[in-house]
T-cell receptor
């Protein structure tokens, strides 16, 4: 079974340019997460989807970041315009519905963004 | 609010030596605790999790962790390090909203 797929794996852009990341979760996983991992730190949740609904986007900088999961499967995370401080690894993860018990989150390999 | 603190951003051991990676948590409710491993240029992989069952949790690759409520700790151990264990290790706690809160990470180096 394929794991979580992310593309691109690496992206280098100049500041003020837009950028988009794509994620395809594990088949059957209703819950999808986007995390940002700064260098030398642990991942921090940006947004969580249950199917196509964003149920937790409190940490998403909404002035420049947006995300969508139109059909409840694939998801796209966009930054426009990018700033130097956005350089990080953007991780996507998926799981069965979280509900009241823990369901393991499976992580993709991430997209390493460098903003020059 | 839940949080985790990993003591030591970098740990170096010799091959065959004991691995001990420290994690202390803060939680107002019985916690769910996790250890993840991240190899270079890869995503995170779950090593093991504590969900209020047995306090000694065994995971993959020979790792285990012990939940100690009195010490608010969930340290990760492995009796004998292999070169392939070199990676970044993250401790995490699940908050009441279901969100994972990660520690800063500990980079494990294994010397031949």
């Amino acid at each position: 079974e394929a794991g979580v797929v992310q593309s691109p794996r690496y992206k280098i852009i100049e500041k003020k340019q837009p950028v988009a990341f794509w994620c395809n979760p594990i088949s059957g996983h209703n819950t999808l997460y986007w995390y940002r991992q700064n260098l030398g730190q642990g991942p921090e949740l940006l947004i969580r989807y249950e199917n196509e609904e964003a149920v937790d986007d409190s940490q998403l900088p909404k002035d420049r970041f947006s995300a969508e999961r139109l059909k409840g499967v694939d998801s796209t995370l966009k930054i426009q315009p990018a700033e130097l401080g956005d350089s990080a690894v953007y991780l996507c993860a998926s799981s069965l519905p979280s509900g009241s018990s823990y369901n393991e989150q499976f992580f993709g390999p991430g997209t390493r963004l460098t903003v020059l | 609010a839940q949080s985790v603190t990993q003591l030591g951003s970098h740990v170096s051991v010799s091959e065959g030596a004991l691995v001990l990676l420290r994690c202390n948590y803060s939680s107002s409710v019985p916690p769910y605790l996790f250890w993840y491993v991240q190899y270079p240029n890869q995503g995170l992989q779950l090593l093991l999790k504590y969900t209020s069952a047995a306090t000694l949790v065994k995971g993959i690759n020979g790792f285990e962790a012990e939940f100690k409520k009195s010490e608010t700790s969930f340290h990760l151990t492995k009796p004998s390090a292999h070169m392939s264990d070199a990676a970044e290790y993250f401790c995490a706690v699940r908050n009441q909203g279901g969100k994972l809160i990660f520690g800063q990470g500990t980079e494990l180096s294994v010397k031949p």
